[in-house]
């Protein structure tokens, strides 16, 4: 009933910034809290960024001062702006939104991700 689709990876060099988009889309009557995971080769899965209905928001530690997340209501959308990167920042970064339906359900939707590639 919800879809999100995530755009904005690519390959940037280290020290380098990028930003991340998520669009969601669908049977949507409001979304509550969103953000972004991150996956890394032979890693498991971590919370890098997530933000509330209020904009408040909470961080991952590893990118703490370099990363920040904002949302934008009126276009369902999500960001994750990268800056300072890192060659350990290379992952396949996925959106999540925890929303209600226009038929008053509550459901969570997963975007399929878009990879971030840290190197010189």
């Known amino acids: 009933q919800v879809q999100l689709v995530e755009s904005g990876g690519g390959l940037v060099q280290p020290g380098g910034s990028l930003t991340l988009s998520c669009a969601a889309s669908?049977?949507?009557?409001?979304?509550?809290?969103m953000g972004w995971y991150r996956q890394a080769p032979g890693q498991q899965r971590e919370l890098v960024a997530a933000?509330?209905?209020?904009?408040?928001?909470n961080y991952a530690d590893s990118v703490k001062g370099r990363f920040t997340c904002s949302r934008d209501d009126a276009k369902n959308t999500v960001y994750l702006q990268m800056t300072s990167l890192r060659p350990e920042d290379t992952a396949v970064y996925s959106c999540?939104?925890?929303?209600?339906?226009?038929?008053?359900?509550?459901?969570?939707?997963w975007g399929k991700g878009t990879l971030v590639t840290v190197s010189s």
């Open positions: 933000i509330t209905t209020g904009g408040s928001t």
């Open positions: 999540y939104a925890r929303a209600i339906t226009q038929t008053y359900n509550a459901m969570d939707a």
């Open positions: 669908g049977s949507i009557f409001r979304l509550n809290a």
